[in-house]
């Protein structure tokens, strides 16, 4: 059972465009999540994380759109850059404390 | 900058040979994890440890596993009969507390089992 869905699988973008990844959650239960970004060779770094009682959060050129309701939360990556290009990961969990579920990854490219 | 340490960073071994993969959290972390990405899959959790005890597992983590935290800074995981199926990067991951925040990873530790 897959507790958390992620596309697209890869995406490839140009500089200065936007980066949207989505995922999808099943567990109400889940009120923690977080992107993570992975460098090869390189353990998962959080990115950013959100919680339920708010629909959007943004640091710098990274926002989390949450949609509760639907059951869906987004990455989105403003004015990309190529030191963007890594997988970036999304997860669930019931508390920020718990184990995490990851959704596949997404494989980003960012081209000059 | 505080960080999770692992060794080895890789490890060959033949099937049927006991493993351990070594941790150690960051100083002040209360919460310890171990996690795996087996080649170009997602990240799938493995246990959780708090207080000298496992509190929470998942199915892949059966009877060959274990896990310790033998003195006050390390965190291992023992594979006892390893598989070819175990292949994978094994991370160790800690968070301060429950309600903290960030979970910090280490670099991983690439198992290769023949």
């Known amino acids: 059972q897959q507790q958390v869905k992620q596309s697209p699988q890869s995406l490839i973008v140009q500089k200065g465009g936007i980066s949207i990844i989505n995922c999808a959650y099943e567990n109400t239960a889940f009120d923690y999540f977080p992107w993570y970004q992975q460098f090869p060779g390189k353990g998962p770094a959080l990115l950013i994380a959100i919680r339920p009682d708010v629909s959007e959060k943004k640091e710098g050129r990274f926002t989390i759109s949450f949609n509760k309701s639907a059951k869906q939360f987004s990455l989105h990556i403003m004015d990309s850059q190529p030191g963007d290009s890594a997988t970036y990961f999304c997860?669930?969990?019931?508390?920020?404390?718990?184990?995490?579920?990851f959704g596949k990854g997404t494989s980003l490219l960012v081209t000059p | 900058e505080p960080e999770v340490t692992q060794t080895p960073s890789h490890q060959v071994t033949q099937m049927g040979q006991e493993v351990i993969l070594r941790c150690v959290p960051i100083?002040?972390?209360?919460?310890f994890y171990w996690y795996r990405q087996i080649l170009g899959q997602k990240v799938e959790f493995l246990v959780s440890?708090?207080?000298?005890?496992?509190?929470?597992k998942s199915e892949i983590f059966d009877d060959q596993f274990s896990v310790e935290r033998p003195d006050g800074s390390n965190f291992t995981l023992k594979i006892r009969s390893t598989k070819l199926e175990d292949s994978a990067m094994y991370f160790c991951?800690?968070?301060?507390?429950?309600?903290?925040?960030?979970?910090?990873f280490g670099e991983g530790s690439r198992l290769t089992v023949l």
């Open positions: 440890f708090y207080n000298n005890e496992i509190s929470e």
């Open positions: 991951a800690s968070v301060a507390g429950t309600n903290t925040g960030e979970l910090f």
């Open positions: 997860a669930a969990s019931r508390h920020s404390g718990y184990a995490l579920n």
């Open positions: 100083s002040n972390h209360l919460y």
